[in-house]
């Protein structure tokens, strides 16, 4: 429950100042919006990651600055009642989980905080109406996608994968995961492993060259078929038909091997081109009622129950008629373009990546669905045009789903000029999402209903929502 101690407890000395390396110690009494606890010490906040409201910790500090300055949790004093023992034993170390130590009913208590603190403060609104968060039926085993980096060590064995340790690039070797689909557990240990075999080359990042960046691995949770592929820097992977079609008959539920080619210097994972080495390029899985194809370089939720919870929440708020045009923005492959589409007269769907584009309309194809309409390119450009195409209605509903940076101003700017009836937009930043709503409802055009908070991803800080705003009329 604690971090590793020297064997002397740290004693703090009467006259600590605040400067680098000074040990001081204080309670912890808010989050931030990463994730790391806050607490004062003589009305200077100090940022302590591994902390949580309630602890009393002894802390040393570091990147100080005049008003404020992180900290290194040395003990844990006195433990909040909300920190419990982390289910992984390398949670102290491994980057991929910030919240593994904090209660799971807690959790959501900061989650809705953040969200809540987020419209008050950036988005100016008074008392916004924050739903409790919608918690996860499994807290821990839901991830369906995970990527790993890959990376050579002097150790043995040296082929190493997992989650980078906090605050650096060295990975923390990993036969397992308590956050990923635990179908992928024997993938991911027995992959390790043929790598190390094989003797392929890894790629390092210092130097930029070596062939294996990152592996990544997909889960269809409701059909249980996976994916397998392997990011590489350069083709040098001899013998890889001949391994990927074993891993094909190692694991009955492997459908598909590709090979992702990423040369480019940068930390950006995936690149642009993607080549399936055996069986096939994409797993099937069912959600809201529809099949989908799902390819490893196509975007999906990670926690594939949550976001049928999210496409239920979405469908019972609008009380569709089946008369609506409806327009989804950043649609991507169709997750929740293709749910909706059932319920209304006419879907148009906007995404800026082609082949999203392909498997959305591959996807409607599958399933029946015609009354869509899907156009590629940027939102903010394509937006103007759907509507305000001559001739035709204005959509009645617009959905939007951006990436964290949040929309475009142009997006809210149009928004707010063609007036659609009501508009969703869902959320994975609560910082983007209280600055576009202010836009949106600052003026008196737009009222904010509600805010559901939707937990996609337990055991860290992240938290997806979903705003209803109808127009005043």
Not at 153 to 170: A, W
Not at 310 to 324: F, K, S
Not at 350 to 365: D, G, P, T, Y
Request: aromatic fraction near 6%.
């Amino acid at each position: 429950m604690t971090k590793s101690l020297p064997s002397m407890t740290p004693q703090v000395p009467e006259c600590t100042q605040w400067r680098q390396g000074e040990l001081v110690e204080l309670l912890v009494t808010d989050m931030s919006k990463d994730g790391d606890g806050v607490g004062r010490w003589q009305n200077r906040v100090v940022f302590v990651p591994d902390s949580v409201c309630g602890d009393r910790v002894l802390v040393r500090l570091v990147h100080v600055k005049h008003e404020y300055a992180y900290g290194q949790l040395c003990q844990i004093m006195l433990p909040s009642p909300h920190r419990i023992r982390p289910p992984c034993f390398v949670a102290d170390k491994c980057g991929g989980c910030q919240w593994q130590h904090i209660q799971y009913s807690h959790q959501l208590v900061i989650k809705q905080n953040q969200i809540r603190e987020a419209l008050t403060r950036i988005g100016g609104l008074n008392n916004p109406p924050v739903e409790p968060v919608l918690a996860a039926p499994h807290p821990l085993s839901y991830r369906n996608k995970v990527t790993y980096p890959v990376t050579d060590s002097s150790e043995v064995p040296h082929v190493r994968i997992g989650y980078y340790q906090k605050g650096s690039h060295h990975v923390i070797n990993l036969n397992q995961c308590p956050i990923q689909d635990e179908r992928l557990n024997p993938l991911l240990a027995g992959v390790k492993q043929d790598i190390q075999q094989r003797g392929w080359s890894i790629y390092q990042e210092s130097e930029h060259r070596g062939t294996i960046r990152h592996l990544c691995l997909r889960i269809g949770r409701r059909t249980g078929e996976m994916l397998l592929a392997l990011i590489i820097h350069d083709y040098e992977l001899p013998q890889i038909q001949e391994q990927a079609q074993q891993w094909l008959n190692q694991y009955p539920n492997l459908v598909g091997v590709c090979l992702n080619y990423n040369p480019q210097r940068t930390n950006r994972i995936l690149g642009h081109a993607t080549h399936c080495v055996a069986g096939r390029s994409y797993l099937k899985e069912f959600l809201g009622g529809c099949l989908f194809h799902v390819s490893i370089d196509h975007f999906f939720q990670v926690y594939t129950e949550q976001a049928e919870a999210l496409v239920n929440l979405v469908i019972d708020d609008l009380t569709l008629t089946g008369r609506e045009i409806l327009l989804d923005a950043y649609c991507g492959i169709g997750t929740l373009s293709l749910p909706l589409a059932k319920r209304v007269r006419k879907l148009i769907g906007l995404e800026v990546q082609e082949s999203s584009i392909q498997q959305a309309k591959e996807n409607a194809r599958l399933n029946g669905i015609e009354n869509l309409q899907f156009f590629t390119g940027k939102v903010e450009e394509q937006l103007l045009s759907c509507l305000g195409q001559q001739g035709e209605p204005c959509p009645d509903i617009v959905l939007l789903d951006p990436p964290r940076k949040g929309c475009d101003q142009k997006v809210t700017e149009c928004l707010l000029h063609h007036r659609p009836n009501r508009i969703v937009y869902i959320s994975c930043q609560p910082t983007t999402l209280a600055r576009d709503l202010k836009q949106l409802c600052g003026g008196g055009l737009y009222r904010l209903n509600r805010v559901q908070p939707i937990d996609f991803f337990p055991q860290t800080h992240h938290v997806e929502s979903v705003a209803f705003l109808s127009r005043n009329y």
